[in-house]
């Protein structure tokens, strides 16, 4: 009896607590899409009987507002729901012996689309390296593209969609990771996410004997450089490795360095293409002797 006697003293008790309640977007038209929801949650701090407080925080249907779309939807595809409307609606869920003293939300707007969409490319925002070596071949992203429903003013100034900053680091192996796409205030994309995939390979290096070319020379000359050919060095992916040839590989001499008695002894070698997937290529010779011939 006095343990009862006890309880019943103490919700007799005025407290104060905060109650988690859910708003409810209700009544969305069928050609509308919300792009940026209400809160799921908003806290509210109130003051009453013990024993209500009890009813509150434990009863389902106390803790939550529906919001009739219509109600509440505004000019240029946003909505607000004002804080006194909101103050009103919670009196009629916590009854007249309940006192509000504040409510706590990130925001009281929802953003909608009445079928408004546009289709823009999905870039991959982070970096991804691979582990000593090993290179990076290509980083790809599927889908590439996404579908952004929003207002038109808003579409307007949307080209493109990123994901969320998110490195991919120290692979030796070809992975495929999930990324979140990273959200755009007022829009909605298609999908919440994107699957990258880090192609990866094992870096080897092989030698090519590509003949040198001059470049910049005059018709009546000719210029002929000893070595003829020079070996180039390079550092490329294993499965690349065996496409390698050496007519894919220019070497040059600047027949303008002759007009600078500083280079009159040997000229300086240069390589001005490869292709792209070589990581890296450099020489083993970097300047050779010449003779020049008249050609008239």
Known sequence: MSGVFWILTTLNETYETDVEVRLELTEVPGNTVITE????????????????????????????????????????????????????????RFG????????????????????????????????ATAKTNFYVMDVKISPDSVVVMA?????????????????IEDVDNSVTKIVPVARIWGAKTNISQAKVRVIVDRLTEKVLNVPVTAINLPPQLLLKTFP?????????????????????????????????????????LSITSKPDYVLKAWLTTTAVDYVIERTQ
């Open 151 to 167: 207002s038109k003013s808003a579409l307007d100034t949307i080209n493109a969609v990123y994901t969320e900053p998110k490195d």
């Open 96 to 127: 007249e012996t309940c006192t509000i003293l504040s409510i706590k939300a990130d925001h009281l707007d929802f953003y909608y689309s009445h079928g408004s969409q546009k289709k823009v490319p999905l870039i991959y925002s982070g970096t």
């Open 228 to 268: 003829g050919r020079v070996d180039v060095k390079v550092s490329v992916g294993a499965s690349m490795a065996n496409r390698l040839r050496a007519e894919q590989f220019t070497v040059t001499v600047n027949a303008e360095d002759l007009a600078e008695r500083l280079s009159k002894d040997k000229l300086k």
């Open 37 to 92: 929801p209400l809160p799921d949650t908003i806290k509210v701090l109130v003051r009453d009987k013990g024993y209500y407080l009890v009813k509150y925080l434990y009863f389902d249907n106390m803790r939550v507002v529906r919001l009739p779309f219509h109600l509440y939807a505004g000019q240029q595809s946003k909505g607000v729901v004002s804080p006194s409307d909101l103050q009103k609606l919670l009196r009629t």
